[in-house]
Nanobody, 119 residues
Framework: QVQLVESGGGLVQAGGSLRLSCAAS????????MGWYRQAPGKQRELVGA???????NYADSVKGRFTISRDNAKNTVYLQMNSLKPEDTAVYYC?????????????WGQGTQVIVSS
């Protein structure tokens, strides 16, 4: 079983910054991709950014140049640095991890952390 603990959400003014963290724990053999998704009220969950085991990243067009995803493999932790935040970035942000355990390769989700950007 894999547990994901997210932190770093909160309320920030437009133009401000936040850093989200997501730490994975449990009987993990290895972690492949790690990513962040978000879901705003009344909208579908969407990919914000992802990073694979080799460090390659991809981002939603709406956050390119403002958000940076990174990972610390020794800590099984993924980060999302969010700069120049806009009110439209307001959403619940979810961590997603593709982990290899005794059960095989499975997708795991964090509980979500709220980000509110005021104008």
């Amino acid at each position: 079983q894999v547990q994901l603990v997210e932190s770093g959400g909160g309320l920030v003014q437009a133009g401000g910054s936040l850093r989200l963290s997501c730490a994975a724990s449990g009987s993990i053999f290895s972690i492949n991709a790690m990513g962040w998704y978000r879901q705003a009220p009344g909208k579908q969950r969407e990919l914000v950014g992802a990073i694979n085991s080799g460090g390659s990243t991809n981002y939603a067009d709406s956050v390119k140049g403002r958000f940076t995803i990174s990972r610390d493999n020794a800590k099984n932790t993924v980060y999302l640095q969010m700069n120049s935040l806009k009110p439209e970035d307001t959403a619940v942000y979810y961590c997603n991890v593709d982990a290899y355990t005794a059960l095989g390769v499975l997708d795991y989700w964090g509980q979500g952390t709220q980000v509110i950007v005021s104008s």
